[in-house]
């Protein structure tokens, strides 16, 4: 409050008919303080990543990381993994999700998320693999814990009532969640939940943070693959944020030798371990870089002013 010369009402209305309002409310007054110092991380499994030894071809990269699903879960002890799926082949999707289930009951994981990736075009597709999983494989159905942007992202274009989906499950707003307008709309349609990212802005997120919340939304911190510094905002949102499970954090996945010198001064926040980022080492003015420690050498500047 003292960082602001107005409130919230000031920047955000309430959905109409709702007895929300931002008279008096500042973002400190949606957040989680003092934030946990770990948080359960989340696996992304893309379409195309490896989830047997029989898929295996011998052009698979020997740089010391795994890249069998298997082996990530051991090497990290991961108990939560998104799921990259197709959202134009059900049958496809769905053996895709019986796949990691399997092996995620085996390894003794906890949670699955689905993502169909904004390519679904009606709520029958999701609601029809979501009822043959709670038939056919109601513990591996049980382990969803939410579902993420089936559906288009531009949702003043596509107006889909989705409300059928969220009956079964929670349903997240990922690339639809530009800003608290867009959330105002999808909580008309049927949408739930509202996944933040910091690349839509630290103030974007904080604004959607607090309308989400002041109107019942779960929320959840998802990755755009952030590396190096970028690493601390996205994981300090996610703790301040309360989310429904931990964050989404995947740059050890995709390129992890990025962040070493960063890794050096915070080390549980660049490596999931027992399924879990540490955020102790964030400390001090800021963002808590510690950037003084950060031995990171910079390319030589391409243009000065």
Same mark, same amino acid.
């Given at each position: 409050?003292r960082?602001? =010369?107005?409130?919230? !009402?000031q920047?955000?209305?309430p959905?109409?008919?709702?007895?929300?309002?931002f008279? &008096?409310?500042?973002?400190?007054?949606?957040?989680?303080?003092?934030?946990?110092?770990?948080?359960?991380a989340?696996?992304?499994?893309?379409?195309?990543?490896?989830?047997?030894?029989?898929?295996?071809?011998?052009?698979?990269p =020997?740089d010391?990381y @795994?890249?069998?699903?298997r082996?990530?879960?051991?090497?990290? &002890?991961?108990?939560c993994?998104?799921?990259?799926?197709r959202?134009?082949?059900?049958?496809?999707?769905?053996?895709?999700?019986?796949?990691?289930?399997?092996?995620?009951?085996?390894?003794?994981?906890?949670?699955?998320? !689905?993502d169909?990736?904004?390519?679904?075009?009606? @709520?029958?597709?999701?609601?029809?693999?979501l009822?043959?999983?709670?038939?056919?494989? @109601?513990?591996?159905?049980?382990?969803?814990?939410?579902?993420?942007?089936?559906?288009?992202?531009?949702?003043?274009?596509?107006?889909?009532?989705?409300h059928?989906?969220?009956?079964?499950?929670?349903?997240?707003?990922?690339?639809? !969640?530009?800003?608290?307008?867009?959330?105002?709309?999808?909580?008309?349609?049927?949408?739930?939940g509202?996944?933040?990212?910091t690349?839509?802005?630290?103030?974007?997120?904080?604004?959607?943070?607090?309308?989400?919340?002041?109107h019942?939304?779960?929320?959840?911190?998802?990755?755009?693959?952030?590396?190096?510094?970028?690493q601390?905002?996205?994981?300090?949102?996610? !703790?301040?944020?309360?989310?429904?499970?931990?964050?989404?954090t995947?740059?050890m996945?995709?390129?992890?030798d990025?962040?070493?010198?960063?890794?050096?001064?915070?080390?549980?926040?660049?490596?999931?371990? =027992? &399924?879990?980022?540490?955020?102790?080492?964030?400390?001090g003015?800021?963002?808590?870089?510690?950037i003084?420690?950060?031995?990171?050498?910079?390319p030589?500047?391409?243009?000065?002013?």
């Open positions: 409050k960082y602001m =010369n107005c409130d919230l !009402a920047f955000m209305t959905a109409e008919g709702s007895n929300v309002s008279a &008096g409310q500042y973002p400190e007054d949606f957040l989680i303080d003092p934030h946990p110092d770990q948080l359960p989340w696996h992304l499994i893309g379409g195309k990543d490896l989830i047997d030894a029989a898929e295996l071809d011998g052009t698979e =020997n010391g @795994p890249v069998l699903l082996d990530w879960i051991q090497r990290d &002890g991961l108990q993994l998104k799921i990259k799926l959202g134009n082949d059900p049958d496809w999707d769905y053996e895709r999700i019986i796949q990691v289930g399997k092996i995620s009951l085996e390894h003794d994981v906890t949670w699955l998320t !689905a169909f990736n904004c390519t679904v075009t009606e @709520p029958g597709y999701v609601n029809d693999i009822d043959r999983l709670v038939k056919e494989h @109601p513990r591996i159905y049980g382990m969803i814990l939410y579902v993420e942007q089936p559906f288009p992202y531009d949702l003043e274009k596509n107006r889909i009532d989705v059928s989906v969220s009956a079964r499950k929670p349903l997240f707003m990922d690339e639809s !969640a530009h800003d608290w307008q867009m959330l105002r709309l999808g909580r008309s349609l049927g949408w739930t509202v996944a933040l990212k690349c839509k802005t630290q103030t974007g997120a904080l604004l959607s943070l607090c309308w989400a919340k002041a019942g939304m779960t929320l959840m911190v998802q990755d755009l693959t952030n590396p190096m510094l970028a601390i905002p996205h994981l300090l949102l996610a !703790a301040h944020a309360g989310t429904i499970m931990g964050v989404e995947n740059s996945q995709f390129y992890p990025a962040s070493i010198p960063e890794a050096a001064v915070h080390p549980g926040v660049y490596r999931r371990l =027992n &399924g879990r980022v540490d955020l102790s080492s964030i400390q003015p800021g963002f808590g870089y510690r003084d420690s950060i031995k990171r050498t910079l030589p500047a391409a243009a000065t002013w």
